[in-house]
């Protein structure tokens, strides 16, 4: 571990699916973290801190808050798995006798003696869950990382999958958070993380767009960018597989309605970025097809599994800050992405980088353009492939790691030459790491063996990213505008103010003209495309 200075980030999951992405997110930090040398390009220090325990003990624990209902994770304890560290005061919440688990090392053996065994799957842990339904696994059941105790805050006088009250809607987050107890512990735990800090650059938040949620991590956001303006946030609103599927009409009408209020609440300017992210092309009223990622074979419908793609996604796209030299501070980036007011971003990635011999040059110059063959992937609804967009990005930041056969700074020239090189190209600017992505032992999708490389009994790929602002954008919002206009908010009781609702519309059309180009883009023609 390199202990010189950094720029810190402190990272906040807000909901069930959010902490799934998290759990992975943090499984291949891990990973990599073990397999890495201190001389290699990540920072590790950028996301997690030291500490120590009762017994003076180091640890490395993530710089994390998640946050989830009570019940959510299943019969494990709230401190399982968790370094008891000196400054955290355990005796105020049990007098009785405390037994110590630790989870995850038996995952991680079985993940390496796997690995060493010659399979091109890395599934240590979903082996040991394929027996039970998707709907049965919590994301503590995979998490390898061990967490400081001020980590996870469950909110305990609301039920995780009460069906007799669910926690659905964007008011009821909102109104939670005024709760000044669950605030104030929030604010506590917000500011152990942060006053350790030396250089603090920004926050990560992941949360949940149809839930209660949404509410609660809009509300909080608003927090954070009164408190610390200077900072840099990179918003991930994430959606669960088949969010709109099997609906009821009221039930859809507030997911619809929901989903409007946090996309216009947290794209607001001190937001700095916001990436809606799914696997699936729709998600407002109806769920499209599912994306096709090149050489990945996955389940559609599997938290489990989807929450791994996106996880991976923001691993990549976010190493411009979490190098030890960094080419961007978090607030750079953010900052780049969402000029002109653009402030809801989308991401694509190529999961893994078809490069089965760690060289770039041969397949950044092949014929016909790869952008043809499809081998990046958006991950944000309503955003095409390339090969399907007749526009580009107007600015984009594309992150390529695992190209191990060049040097850093020449994949990065190949890499932008490449993307500058087509037909009415956007403005790029890239980042390159050499340090491959460390599939961890829980990750629990397959990829085809020429593109996997073993090492040490870790299995490795190359994965590149593309954060972007795109005119399409304004087809996402546009859509989502276009199903509120049809719900009669009336109907849905006291839970949505009428006033509140047309004030969201309004900020998303002021926002989606922000992404209108000269020409004009009809969405009906759009949705053709599409």
């Not at 005796?91 to 079985?110: I, T």
């Not at 989807?306 to 978090?330: E, G």
Request: charged fraction near 20%.
């Amino acid at each position: 571990i390199n202990h010189m200075s950094c720029r810190e980030v402190v990272t906040l999951q807000f909901g069930h699916y959010a902490n799934f992405v998290g759990s992975h997110w943090w499984n291949l930090q891990l990973a990599a973290l073990q397999s890495s040398k201190e001389d290699e390009g990540i920072n590790s220090n950028v996301l997690f801190r030291r500490g120590n325990t009762v017994k003076r003990e180091q640890t490395y624990t993530p710089r994390l808050i998640a946050v989830d209902l009570k019940g959510s994770l299943g019969k494990t304890r709230q401190y399982q798995g968790i370094d008891d560290e000196a400054d955290f005061p355990c005796d105020d919440l049990w007098d009785g006798p405390v037994v110590k688990y630790v989870s995850g090392s038996r995952a991680v053996a079985e993940g390496k003696a796997e690995a060493a065994a010659g399979s091109t799957t890395c599934k240590g842990r979903d082996e040991s869950l394929g027996v039970r339904r998707d709907t049965e696994i919590m994301w503590m059941d995979f998490l390898d990382v061990s967490l400081h105790p001020r980590s996870l805050h469950t909110i305990s006088n609301v039920l995780h999958q009460d069906e007799s009250n669910p926690f659905d809607v964007f008011p009821a987050g909102q109104e939670l958070l005024t709760q000044s107890q669950i605030k104030d512990e929030l604010e506590e735990r917000l500011h152990f993380f942060v006053e350790e800090c030396d250089h603090l650059q920004g926050f990560h938040m992941l949360f949940d767009l149809s839930s209660g949620f949404s509410g609660m991590a809009c509300a909080f956001l608003d927090l954070l960018a009164d408190e610390f303006p200077s900072c840099g946030f990179l918003t991930a609103s994430v959606m669960p597989p088949g969010i709109a599927i099997d609906k009821d009409v009221r039930s859809l009408h507030s997911h619809l309605l929901t989903c409007g209020l946090a996309l216009s609440s947290c794209a607001s300017p001190s937001a700095s970025l916001v990436l809606p992210l799914s696997v699936y092309e729709e998600c407002w009223r109806h769920v499209a097809s599912p994306r096709h990622f090149h050489g990945l074979k996955y389940e559609p419908t599997s938290r489990y599994q989807t929450s791994a793609v996106v996880a991976s996604a923001l691993d990549c796209l976010s190493l411009p800050y979490r190098l030890h030299q960094p080419d961007l501070l978090l607030s750079e980036l953010t900052s780049n992405i969402s000029s002109m007011g653009r402030s809801v971003g989308c991401v694509q990635l190529s999961l893994p980088l078809p490069v089965s011999d760690g060289s770039s040059r041969h397949f950044f110059s092949t014929s016909p353009p790869l952008h043809e063959a499809d081998f990046i992937t958006p991950l944000t609804p309503y955003i095409p492939q390339y090969s399907q967009s007749h526009s580009l990005p107007f600015h984009q930041h594309i992150s390529v790691r695992g190209i191990q056969q060049q040097p850093a700074h020449s994949v990065s020239r190949i890499v932008s030459d490449y993307f500058e090189s087509k037909p009415s190209s956007s403005s790029s600017s890239v980042t390159a790491v050499r340090d491959s992505l460390v599939l961890s032992p829980s990750f629990p999708i397959g990829m085809p063996s020429p593109t996997v490389r073993k090492h040490n009994g870790d299995m490795k790929v190359a994965v590149l990213s593309a954060l972007q602002s795109h005119p399409r954008t304004e087809v996402m919002l546009c859509s989502l505008v276009e199903e509120m206009e049809q719900v009669k908010v009336t109907r849905l009781g006291h839970v949505f103010e009428p006033d509140m609702i047309s004030e969201s519309m309004e900020r998303l059309r002021q926002l989606s003209a922000c992404y209108r180009t000269t020409y004009d883009v009809t969405l009906s023609d759009s949705e053709d495309e599409i």
